[in-house]
């Protein structure tokens, strides 16, 4: 069983910068594949970023070139780097963790991209 656990939500002002943070426990986290997804009110969650065991990465369109996303397996975290983002950005960010038929989900920090 995997526990995840994000961080480093809040405010941010458009085209600042922010950074979550996802804490897994467990010792195969290495193994996971990662992803972050968002779900603003009143839409489906949907997927933002993900990375794979190994490192690949992909993203949804609308982050390409302004979101970046990182795994750190020695210390059981990912990241989602956010830059410049914007108020369509406003929504409540998800880690998730896959590995083969499981899937893990933290419980959400909220991000509000408002000047």
Request: net charge positive; hydrophobic share 30%.
């Amino acid at each position: 069983q995997v526990q995840l656990v994000e961080s480093g939500g809040g405010l941010v002002q458009p085209g600042g910068s922010l950074r979550l943070s996802c804490a897994a426990s467990g010792s195969i986290f290495g193994f996971y594949r990662m992803g972050w997804y968002r779900q603003a009110p009143g839409s489906q969650r949907e997927l933002v970023a993900s990375i794979t065991s190994g490192g690949k990465t992909n993203y949804a369109d609308s982050v390409k070139g302004r979101f970046t996303i990182s795994r750190d397996n020695a210390k059981n975290t990912v990241y989602l780097q956010m830059n410049s983002p914007q108020p369509e950005d406003t929504a409540v960010y998800y880690c998730n963790a896959v590995l083969g038929p499981t899937s893990h989900w933290g419980q959400g920090t909220q991000v509000t991209v408002s000047s």
